[in-house]
């Protein structure tokens, strides 16, 4: 049984890992918000325990023991935040420290309790997809709105960044899941984009565009 140290460090290195592949303890440390040293040792352990594989200057890779220990977290913190979201009227800003929380808890009997209480939801609040109990995936296809072209429709299906400050800041806007959006511009000097979402004309920044995931619906 995992430590909640060593979830964290698993989870984290998931995540990287769907970006990167090979993930650098400093990215690692990074995340983790403390020294490359203390990343070191706990990857020494987290090998030892069969869930990592470490090549010193190489990186770190996550063995199947330890994606499957991974996907797990992942399931349980994606389920707990449906569940405040959807009854307990939590807003998508406010869920992911307290789901930090409760994705520890061991029992999978509620865990799979809560997921068919749920109605087995296939995406949490933020459009990120849930692991059935298998650790399958559902098949999930997007676009980031940076990537639309002018004329291009699309609807809002997800966020890849869920700092408290960023979701609060489109909820702001109006760009939340679910919302149709079209590519009113864009600007050559700093790729900033015109949109028009429910007849109403809003500008974003380039940053804003490239974490927002959208389904195209092709162009008007």
């Known amino acids: 049984m ?3 140290t060593e979830e964290n460090y ?10 990167t592949g090979n993930v650098q303890t ?5 995340q983790m918000q403390t020294k490359p040293a203390s990343v070191t040792d706990m990857i020494k352990k987290l090998a030892e325990k069969g869930f990592v594989d470490y090549i010193k200057y190489q990186g770190v890779t996550l063995t199947e023991k330890g994606r499957n220990a991974a996907i797990e977290i992942v399931r349980k913190h994606r389920l707990w935040e449906v569940f ?20 520890h ?13 749920l109605g087995f939801p296939k ?14 995936f559902a098949k999930t296809q997007f676009t980031k709105l940076i990537d639309l072209k002018i004329g291009d429709q699309g609807t809002i299906t997800g966020v890849s960044q869920h700092s408290s400050a960023f979701l609060k800041h489109l909820e702001k806007l109006g760009l939340t899941l679910g919302k149709q959006i079209e590519i009113n511009d864009v600007t050559d000097f700093d790729g900033s984009v015109e949109i028009l979402i429910a007849g109403k004309q809003i500008n974003i920044s380039r940053e804003v565009a490239k ?8 162009k008007n």
């Open 10 to 19: 698993l989870k984290i290195i998931y995540h990287l890992a769907e970006n």
């Open 26 to 30: 400093n990215a690692i440390a990074e």
């Open 2 to 4: 995992q430590s909640f």
């Open 123 to 136: 995406s949490d609040p933020h459009g990120d997809p849930i692991p059935d109990k298998n650790g399958r």
């Open 211 to 218: 974490h927002i995931l959208t389904s195209s619906n092709g």
């Open 84 to 103: 405040l979201v959807d009854k307990l009227n939590f807003k998508w800003d406010e869920v992911h420290d307290v789901a930090e929380e409760l994705e």
């Open 105 to 117: 808890i061991k029992s999978t009997a509620l865990i799979e309790r809560l997921d068919e209480f």
